[in-house]
Nanobody
């Protein structure tokens, strides 16, 4: 059993900052890849940033968002600065996990709401 849990969402004013966390736990050997996605109301889910072989960012967040990992805790963080109303979305974490039964599996968290508004 593997769980992926996001936290840290909330309401923030435009220009503000927020830090999200994504923690993978359970029957884990390693987590070779973790990514952040988001889905705004009425829109498709889009990739935001990832931490696999190297860190990558979507163009619409580059320079404002930063991801970093704590490998000992299997946790990925998303530091979001200079937030805009268009960043409002449910942010979800996706993890590729090497499990104890020697399988490579994909897991999603339940998501955390980020609302940027006055």
């Amino acid at each position: 059993q593997v769980q992926v849990v996001e936290s840290g969402g909330g309401l923030v004013q435009p220009g503000g900052s927020l830090r999200l966390s994504c923690a993978a736990s359970g029957s884990i050997v390693s987590v070779p890849n973790m990514d952040w996605y988001r889905q705004a109301p009425g829109k498709e889910r889009e990739w935001v940033a990832g931490s696999g072989g190297r860190t990558n960012y979507a163009d619409f967040v580059r320079g404002r968002f930063t991801i970093f990992r704590d490998n000992a805790k299997n946790t990925l963080y998303l530091q979001m600065n200079s937030l805009k109303p268009e960043d409002t979305a449910v942010y979800s974490c996706h993890a590729v996990v090497n499990t104890l039964d020697m399988s490579l599996r994909s897991y999603w968290g339940q998501g955390t709401q980020v609302t940027v508004s006055t």
